[in-house]
C-alpha cells in the first residue's frame, strides 16, 4: 500500500474525526483567510485567539497553519477520492487586456478571485486555488459532507448568477464529479509543500471550465447524477473534449447574464 493511503483516504473521503472536530470550531471563528487543511482563522479576533496558540501561518507554507505545514511534511501521501470539483475561468481576458490598463485588469482580476473564492467557501468547497485566469474548488466528501455534488452544484448556480458589473470579469463554470488522486506534493527543497488533486477528471473539469461560455456553467452527467433532487428542463448538452474518445454529457446552467450574452 502507498504510504499513508489510509490516512489520507480517511481525511477526504470519510473525514478524519479529529479534523472535522476542528472544522466545526475553527469555522465558527472569525475571519478568512484560513489554514487550507484545517480552517484555522489567520485574520479577525479568531486568528488573534488561536495565533497565541502557536496556529499561526507557517513561515514556509503561509496557506497552512504551523501545525498542518508539519503534517503534511511528516506524512507525504495521498489517497484516491471521488469528489466533485469546480473550475470557475474567465473568459476573453487577452482581448480585455488590450483595452483596460494593467491596474483595472489587476484590480477586476482581484474583484473576481474575492467573488468566486467566497462563493466556494460559503458552500463547503475547500482546497480553493487560484491560477492564472482560473479558480479551482474541490468538495472532498471528508470535507464537504456526502452531498458534495449538490455543494458543487449550488456553487455552480450562485456563481452563473453573479452580475458580471460586480465580479468584475466574465467567467464560464465546469462542474464534475470522478475519481482523482489528492495528496502532498513537495516543492524544490522542501519549501512549499500542498495537497493537490491529480487525474484524468482533473482535467476533464478543466475542460469544462473552459469550454463554458460566459455566465454559463457546464455540469457533467455523474455530477448531476450524484444531486438528489436535480432541477428540471435544464438543457443536455454533448461535447467532444480533448482526451476523451466518447461524447460528454452535460447539462448547461445559465444566468441572467448568459442569456444577454448569446442574443447578441
Ligand atoms: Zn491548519
Not at 482580476?109 to 492564472?132: R, S
Request: glycine letters at 10%; hydrophobic letters at 40%; proline letters at 7%.
Amino acid at each position: 500500500m502507498p504510504e499513508n493511503e489510509e490516512l489520507w483516504y480517511t481525511i477526504f473521503a470519510t473525514g478524519h474525526p479529529e479534523l472535522v472536530k476542528q472544522h466545526r470550531l475553527h469555522t465558527r471563528l472569525p475571519a478568512p483567510p484560513r489554514c487550507k487543511l484545517c480552517l484555522v482563522p489567520f485574520k479577525g479576533p479568531g486568528g488573534f485567539v488561536m495565533g497565541l496558540r502557536g496556529r499561526r501561518p507557517s513561515n514556509r507554507n503561509p496557506r497552512y497553519c504551523s501545525k498542518c505545514d508539519q503534517f503534511i511534511r511528516a506524512f507525504p501521501g495521498g489517497a484516491e477520492v471521488e469528489m466533485s470539483m469546480i473550475f470557475a475561468d474567465v473568459r476573453g481576458s487577452t482581448p480585455l487586456s488590450e483595452s483596460i490598463s494593467a491596474t483595472e485588469l489587476s484590480r477586476r482580476m482581484n474583484q473576481y478571485y474575492a467573488a468566486v473564492t467566497h462563493i466556494l467557501v460559503d458552500t463547503d468547497g475547500f482546497i480553493i486555488d487560484v491560477v492564472g485566469d482560473e479558480v479551482v474548488g474541490l468538495y472532498p466528501p471528508g470535507f464537504s459532507g456526502p452531498h458534495h455534488a449538490e455543494r458543487a452544484l449550488e456553487a455552480a448556480q450562485r456563481l452563473v448568477a453573479l452580475d458580471p458589473t460586480e465580479c468584475g470579469l466574465p467567467f464560464g463554470v465546469g462542474v464534475h464529479t470522478g475519481v482523482v488522486h489528492i495528496g502532498t506534493v513537495m516543492g524544490a527543497d522542501e519549501g512549499i509543500a500542498d495537497v493537490r488533486a491529480i487525474g484524468m477528471e482533473v482535467n476533464t473539469v478543466a475542460r469544462l471550465g473552459s469550454s463554458a461560455g460566459a455566465g454559463e456553467a457546464l455540469v457533467s452527467d455523474a455530477t448531476w447524477k450524484a444531486v438528489r433532487e436535480a432541477p428540471d428542463g435544464v438543457e443536455h448538452r454533448e461535447l467532444m473534449l480533448k482526451g476523451r474518445s466518447e461524447p460528454f454529457g452535460v447539462r448547461v446552467v445559465r444566468g441572467p447574464t448568459a442569456v444577454a450574452a448569446n442574443a447578441k
